[in-house]
């Protein structure tokens, strides 16, 4: 079994700053690329940003310059730095991971439970 768990999420001010953080965990031989997405009401899920296990990253054009993605590979976690936060950033945010697991060999995508974050204005 592999689970990833979200924590961080919150009700911040305009202008303020959140950080998100994602472990995963479990039978876990490999984790490949780490995601964050999120999914406002009435809105489609938008990929936000992604890390490869290298350490390259790529930003939605909403976010970039105020998001920040990292990961630590030993630590299997991922986390995302949001500053200079605004009300359009309200959504829920996911955890995504790609993970190959000692059982099955086989690379499958993951998700975490989602996390809210509220901006007022």
């Known amino acids: 079994q592999v689970h990833l768990v979200e924590s961080g999420g919150g009700l911040v001010q305009a202008g303020g700053f959140l950080r998100l953080s994602c472990a995963a965990s479990g039978n876990i031989a490999r984790v490949n690329d780490m995601d964050w997405y999120r999914q406002a009401p009435g809105k489609q899920r938008e990929l936000v940003a992604t890390i490869t296990r290298g350490g390259v990253t790529k930003y939605a054009d909403s976010v970039k310059d105020r998001f920040t993605i990292s990961r630590d590979n030993a630590k299997k976690t991922v986390s995302l730095q949001m500053n200079s936060l605004r009300p359009e950033d309200t959504a829920t945010y996911y955890c995504?991971?790609?993970?190959?697991?000692?059982?099955?060999?086989?690379?499958?995508?993951?998700w975490g439970q989602g996390t809210q974050v509220t901006v007022s204005s």
């Open positions: 995504v991971a790609e993970i190959i697991d000692w059982l099955q060999s086989i690379a499958t995508l993951y």
